[in-house]
């Protein structure tokens, strides 16, 4: 039985840098470079980007050590595609970034939890829509968001194999009363 429990990352003791230590770790494997600060700017000022700002937030899920397994970031919609001008805005749109799960722990619920933390928080936050970018060259991501009902706004087809997807919170998730605490689960 494996224990795992999802928790808002704060900025108290070391676990936004243990958090910055796992996500280079899951870059490294999952894309095969290290730091990129075009890319990763986000992870060196987690604090300012994710803990800081009342719009963005940060869950990670851990083990029973408390070992990081599992990040997953929301914060307001920041990017200047062209395609998407009149599509998407700050005020009404969160992104979601960082989306992560040890190997050893995939397939338990827990990007899904993740997940599920992150959409009652932006719909907490008055955010309308969530986007996200996957690649299909990553074993399941782009079968696994259309699981949670993402839909496929733009199929890029270039070498990254970039899909940029959305999900419309305003009707799915109704009224939730926002109160994080930890949530635990055993499986």
Same mark, same amino acid.
Do not use: F, P, Q
């Given at each position: 039985m494996k224990y795992y429990k999802i928790r808002t990352l704060d900025n108290d003791g070391i676990f936004p840098l243990k958090t910055k230590k796992f996500l280079f770790k899951m870059? &490294?494997?999952?894309?095969?470079?290290g730091y990129i600060p075009k890319y990763h700017g986000d992870i060196k000022n987690l604090e300012e980007v994710y803990l800081n700002n009342k719009r963005n937030s940060f869950f990670i899920a851990q083990d029973k050590d408390e070992n990081i397994i599992g990040t997953l970031a929301i914060r307001e919609y920041d990017r200047e595609f062209e395609q998407f001008n009149?599509?998407?805005?700050?005020?009404?749109?969160?992104?979601?970034w960082r989306a992560f799960v040890d190997e050893n722990y995939r397939r338990l619920g827990i990007a899904s939890a993740l997940v599920n933390e992150a959409e009652k928080f932006s719909k907490n936050s008055n955010y309308k829509k969530i986007y996200l970018h996957t690649h299909k060259n990553v074993d399941g991501a782009l079968e696994f968001w259309k699981s949670l009902d993402y839909?496929?706004?733009?199929?890029?087809?270039n070498h990254l194999q970039t899909?940029?997807?959305? &999900?419309?919170?305003?009707?799915?998730?109704?009224?939730i009363d926002f109160n994080i605490k930890d949530s635990i689960a055993y499986i």
């Open positions: 870059i &490294k494997r999952e894309y095969g470079y009149n599509l998407y805005c700050r005020d009404s749109t969160a992104s979601i839909n496929i706004t733009l199929d890029t087809d899909v940029h997807m959305e &999900k419309n919170i305003n009707s799915v998730l109704g009224n």
